[in-house]
């Protein structure tokens, strides 16, 4: 039986966050055992119904031997997708073994395209080593779509939107634009400092008319085509337009706690049983029990609101 949570929501995406380190130090993001246990766990969690897996961070190509852990969840009978989130800066060096593995998906995160402003959000001089990555990874023709992930901070302006759009009208890219959540690992987070996805669409089609395409069930972003080229634009809207009400996805921790949403308040402990030597039956009650208090919304614009006590990258994007 499938994984139901108590508002009827049927639970089928899983992010597994394979490690909390990372060698970016993102303003928006951030101020482990061995892979055994990621596997049985998401083995469990496909038997229950999860089609589609999502491998995040930190930033998962520092982990040892992640490759591997690709080519063994990639044979998990019943699995449909398996995509990564990365920031590109080893992806160059791991593309190939990635392919081979069998990632199908790829996102990557570039909050500029700019040098000098890439060092200001990202404290790394990375850019050109990133590009190359994504470059890399897009020579795979079996690796659809490719998509670029930006995060407009405060400064973003019109010259950084016409960059992002040339990038994905010269090639077939989706880029993507989310809007900056309360997760950021200095606390600094404010109302103000969020760039709405609607305010960012006014800036591109101030040169360049869009065509919405159709939204795909559960899918986080608003996407629309250029009408008069290749590639496409989206806008993942968490603070100004949620999309809770179709939410399909939970989240494994680097650390092996369970997540029902990305601002949970609470989490559930997995690896504690595993390491007692918890059945798949008694596991399977423990995450059933879990999604099903799956919480309705995450009321980011409502008061009283409370950021979890994980940032970002403690708990996997």
Not at 49 to 67: C, I, N, S, Y
Not at 79 to 100: C, I, P, Q, W
Not at 195 to 223: D, F, I, K, N, W
Request: proline share 6%; aromatic share 6%; charged share 30%.
């Amino acid at each position: 039986m499938a994984l139901e949570d108590a508002h009827g929501r049927l639970l089928g995406d899983l992010r597994v966050s394979v490690t909390d380190r990372c060698n970016f130090r993102c303003q928006y993001c951030m101020p482990a055992e061995g892979m055994p246990w990621i596997e049985r766990l998401v083995r469990l969690f496909v038997a229950l119904g999860v089609r589609d897996v999502r491998l995040t961070g930190g930033e998962p190509l520092v982990r040892r031997e992640f490759p591997a852990l690709v080519g063994r969840l990639a044979a998990i009978d019943g699995l449909r997708d398996l995509s990564l989130t990365t920031n590109g800066y080893l992806l160059a060096r791991d593309a190939e073994a990635l392919v081979a593995a069998g990632i199908q998906r790829v996102n990557v995160s570039i909050d500029s395209l700019a040098r000098g402003r890439f060092f200001e959000i990202t404290r790394r001089d990375a850019l050109a080593q990133v590009l190359a990555g994504l470059e890399a990874i897009a020579a795979f023709p079996q690796v659809r779509p490719v998509k670029v992930n930006a995060v407009p901070m405060p400064g973003f302006g019109a010259e950084e939107v016409a960059r992002f759009c040339e990038l994905a009208r010269s090639r077939s890219f989706q880029v993507r634009f989310i809007e900056f959540m309360p997760l950021d690992g200095d606390r600094s987070w404010r109302p103000a400092d969020v760039l709405s996805g609607t305010a960012v669409r006014a800036l591109v089609e101030a040169e360049h008319p869009l065509r919405e395409l159709p939204r795909e069930p559960h899918s986080t972003a608003r996407v629309y085509a250029f009408a008069d080229g290749e590639g496409e634009i989206g806008f993942v809207n968490p603070v100004t337009e949620p999309f809770c009400a179709d939410c399909n996805r939970i989240r494994l921790t680097a650390d092996g706690k369970l997540r029902t949403c990305l601002f949970s308040q609470h989490e559930t402990d997995l690896r504690g049983p595993l390491r007692e030597g918890a059945t798949d039956e008694e596991l399977e009650r423990v995450v059933r029990e879990a999604v099903w208090r799956k919480e309705l919304k995450h009321r980011i614009s409502e008061p009283g609101f409370r950021p979890p006590a994980r940032t970002m990258s403690a708990i996997g994007g």
